[in-house]
């Protein structure tokens, strides 16, 4: 029987998970979790790479300390962020955060020479700050000149263990650089910011074989010896993967600091009204395509909770605030203030305050709003989907941590007008290991590994209630475009 064990690092921790196919069921425990959060060095907001490097081998040591001597392994992490790596194959600085402050402004900066509508027509990806073409753009020029290759994340992680470069397309698609149509890495856009295709390695799907890890790190760490799988490196693409849904009329909602809500499809989504409500074509695993609208997620309540120095747990935030009326304030929740700001319950108070609604003061007001905001954006953008893709939605399948929220599911329903499936919240860590069994043979294809993961693990279901939903969602409507309308 093949263990495998998925690397899952989130922007707030990351895990090591083993898992195992028994009588025809998906096991999965976990291995070793541990921290992330990047901090302030050297002028700019970091993560700490090496660090969590030196837990991946901490997890492998306890694998091993197990009776396990033999394994398969996958990566995957948040997007966006890369390493550039100098001619001598190490890395010249930590990788700087995508929440870093270089990148204010540079959409406009960089669109007023090149046009978004010519962007978006090559890429089909969304217009956030944080997109890696962005990052690239604000970064140090002799750097890049430095640099002999820039690799993502995971990508990162993989050459480290494994001395393998490639570029994975689910992560890679999310830079804004790679084409639709030419399937590689947009040559005008590269010559744009002076970077030589020669930089990124080569396009590689997942599921892919990157190699065994390096003798070197067995000569430091009592590890397993690991054979290492390109697996849907980006954290969402491995979500979609290990998502249970079935059949055709459904989208996600991968729910965790960030919220993304979309449609698995075969083809991207092009078309004007997909420009211009900002929707994204990112890649997904064995050729599909996520068509997806970045949300602010549950970033806004890990920050109210930190804020508060964890005086309540996220379970007691969560039964304070279903206490409560909802809808009381209305959060523009992508509003940029809410990115990063010093004191997030602060923000929301004045962002309240500005548009002269009632001040939420506690705990479990503050949480109320943003469950409530939440809801009221993840209806908004299902029959905004729905608009662009002439597409039904019967169900909406909520995975990661944000699938244990109840009242946030049964709000969603409510509002959203549809059935509402929630969990696993490891989706992520099980799709991952999923495509390492397809890749070695254990699952024949994604259907199958979807069909495992419906009978492995406890699915909540939540109907629609009595609302009025309709007047909500045009009021919320009218706040957004006002809100819009002020930022202009």
Known sequence: MTNYVAVDIGASSGRLMLGKLEEGKLKLREVHRFKNSFTFRDGHDRWDINALIGEIFTGLEKLKQEGITECSLGIDTWAVDYVLIGPDGEKLGDPISYRDSRTEGKIAELTAKISKHDIYQKTGIQFLELNTLYQLYAEDPELLRQAEHILLIPDYIGYVLTGKRVAEATNASTTQLLNLHERGFDKDLLDFLHINPSQFAELTEAGTYLGEIQSKWYEKYDIPACRVITVATHDTASAVVGTPAQGENWAFLSSGTWSLIGMELQEPVCEPLAFAENY????????????????????????????????????????????????????????????????????????????????????????????????????????????????DI???????????????????????????????????????????????????????????????????????????????????????????????
């Open 280 to 391: 994204t074509n990112e890649w997904g695993a064995y050729g599909t395509y996520r068509f997806l609208k970045n949300i602010m997620g549950l970033w806004m309540v890990q920050e109210i909770a930190r804020n508060s120095d964890y005086k309540l747990s996220f379970a007691e935030m969560a039964d304070q605030a279903g206490q409560l009326p909802f809808f009381t304030q209305i959060i523009d929740v992508n509003d940029p203030r809410f990115n990063h700001p010093d004191q997030m319950m602060t923000e929301i108070q004045n962002h309240c305050r500005e548009t002269c609604q009632e001040v939420p003061e506690s705990i479990g007001e503050l949480t109320n709003s943003v469950y409530g905001s939440l809801a009221l954006r993840y209806a908004k953008e299902l029959e905004q989907m729905k608009r662009i893709t002439g597409r």
């Open 394 to 488: 019967e169900a909406l399948y909520i995975v990661g941590g944000g699938s244990n929220v109840e009242i946030l599911n049964q709000l969603t329903a409510n509002l959203a007008g549809i059935t509402v499936y929630a969990g696993p919240s490891e989706a992520t860590a099980i799709g991952n290991l999923c495509v390492q069994m397809i890749a070695s043979g254990e699952l024949a294809n994604v259907q199958e590994a979807r069909e495992r993961i419906r009978n492995s693990f406890a699915i909540e279901r939540y109907e629609p209630q009595q609302v009025n939903s309709t007047d909500m969602l045009e009021a919320y409507n009218e706040f957004i475009n006002n809100q819009s309308l002020g930022r202009l």
